[in-house]
């Protein structure tokens, strides 16, 4: 009797038990497998990304990015701002100088006074320029402003009976990078060549006009 108890016991408990103990049951939650293996990848100091030259506004960052199981997911941030493409941007994990620039910033939200250089010159004009804006200093009204391309150019006509000799100024570190000026019947033409596509907008001034780009 005794026997046959033992012998139903287990029947009853081998019928109970997981086939592969090593292995998650119905019901529960698998772990991801994970390797073992050694992958020397360098850590990310500072990654940059050269926008091309018609970008003006950044509107999403997305980050691709491997899970440690090698699966490939994404992350994305909406934005919406003004960005300069002849800087690059930068992705970097690193805090270094964070304060400093943040502090540089602050003390140069008082120091906004733009600074002019002069870069061409005739007997009728004056032409400066400061980062993105070029300063025209003359008595002379303008009669036509418009862009061409291929290279993008700001063409202006001045109102003037005139006489002198072409006048062509190279400036390769700026945004202006050539200003060239002729004379015509009944008024002298300047062609300010840009390094890129640009958008811009003449204002008038007391001494003459301002040209700002973007």
Known sequence: MLKLFVVTLLLFISSQARENPFFPS????????????NR?????????????????????????FKNLDGSIESKSIELENAVDWHLPLF???????????????????????LSYTSVAKIKYAEFFTSKNTLKIITKDKIIRNFLLVQPHRIVIDFKRDSDFKSYIKNMPNSIFTKIRIGNHDGYYRAVIELDGYYRYKLKTQKNGYLITIR
């Open 40 to 64: 020397s990848i360098p850590k990310l100091k500072r990654a940059t990304i050269v926008l091309p030259p018609l970008a003006r506004v950044l509107t999403k960052v997305t980050v691709e």
């Open 91 to 113: 992705i970097s994990q690193s805090f270094a100088n964070q304060s400093s620039l943040s502090s540089k910033k602050t003390s140069k939200k008082h120091k906004k006074i």
């Open 26 to 37: 119905d019901g529960e939650k698998d772990i991801t497998y994970t390797s073992n293996e």
